[in-house]
């Protein structure tokens, strides 16, 4: 009797340094002003698109830590594929990742850096969600629900 309560109380032990390590080390990795990358996604939208099959994609990627991090992909069960533009003196040209600088922003909009829905499984109407999956180069995945605004939705953040 005196050993199986031993076990247990050692298991119970054990159990909590493993939970307390764990907790230790995400509060160091995500604390503001960390070395690592520390992102989150705002802002996000995509207006009503016109054409059946292609639409256009807009959000803000903040990075509080103290390390940049790449977007290097974006997905969606909403699109056969997204991809990622950037707009320099009115061309548009597809890029295959986006720095997203240490205590900074990557900003996605209207006639700027932007997403390509492109082969769209449906169309998009104004007042659906669509879920985006963003992979980065350092960073773990993130979930995105992107909701769907009217084709001429002017965001007040002004991308």
């Given amino acids: 009797m005196k050993l199986a309560k ?3 109380l050692t298991g119970i032990a054990i159990t909590g340094a493993l939970a307390l390590a764990g907790c230790g080390s ?16 705002g802002a996000s939208y995509m207006p009503q698109p016109v ?6 994609g807009f959000l803000t990627i903040t990075n509080k ?3 940049k991090d790449e977007l290097t992909s ?9 991809t990622m533009h ?12 986006f720095e997203v600088p240490a205590h900074g922003q990557l900003v996605f909009k209207s006639g700027g850096n932007h997403l390509m829905f492109e082969k769209l499984k449906r169309r998009p109407a104004q007042g659906d969600t ?19 605004k009217s084709a001429t939705y002017n965001p007040s953040t002004g991308h």
């Fill in 6 to 8: 031993h076990l247990v």
């Fill in 26 to 41: 995400s509060n160091v990795s995500g604390s503001s002003g960390s070395s690592l990358p520390e992102l989150s996604v």
């Fill in 51 to 56: 054409s059946t099959d292609m639409a256009a």
């Fill in 65 to 67: 830590g103290g390390t």
């Fill in 74 to 82: 974006v997905t969606s069960d909403s699109a056969g594929e997204i």
């Fill in 86 to 97: 950037e707009t320099n003196g009115g061309a548009m040209e597809q890029v295959s990742s």
């Fill in 130 to 148: 669509i879920t985006l999956k963003l992979k980065f180069a350092e960073s773990g995945p993130l979930t995105v629900e992107m909701p769907v």
